[in-house]
Nanobody, 118 residues
Framework: VQLVESGGDLVQPGGSLRLSCAAS????????MSWYRQAPGKERELVAS????????NYADSVKGRFTISRDNAKNTVYLQMNSLKPEDTAVYYC????????????WGQGTQVTVSS
């Protein structure tokens, strides 16, 4: 099982980034996919999630209207489009897969760094 995030970078406030998470080793289309983030000294928090079919999404209040989660089940990939980035969005962003059957069916990626700074 692998989840490989990419797309993190240094960007100026107001800028945009698109994160990708490529999955392998499990049946991607059965899993709820989520993006989490963890800033230095803070707990990991949920940013956005999307159901297995891509028909339902959920966002943290802090990113609503700025971030969009999507998935391509044919490519086994989930995306996070981040617009109007703010310095407080700076964090390591993690991809999570959850089959909803317990801890043995939850997988995490290694994370990608997003830094928003002028």
């Amino acid at each position: 099982v692998q989840l490989v995030e990419s797309g993190g970078d240094l960007v100026q406030p107001g800028g945009s980034l698109r994160l990708s998470c490529a999955a392998s080793g499990f049946t991607f289309r059965y899993y709820v996919m989520s993006w989490y983030r963890q800033a230095p000294g803070k707990e990991r928090e949920l940013v956005a999630s999307i159901d297995s079919a891509g028909s339902s999404t959920n966002y943290a209040d802090s990113v609503k209207g700025r971030f969009t989660i999507s998935r391509d089940n044919a490519k086994n990939t989930v995306y996070l489009q981040m617009n109007s980035l703010k310095p407080e969005d700076t964090a390591v962003y993690y991809c999570k897969a959850d089959r909803g059957l317990g801890a043995n069916w939850i997988y995490w990626g290694q994370g990608t760094q997003v830094t928003v700074s002028s």
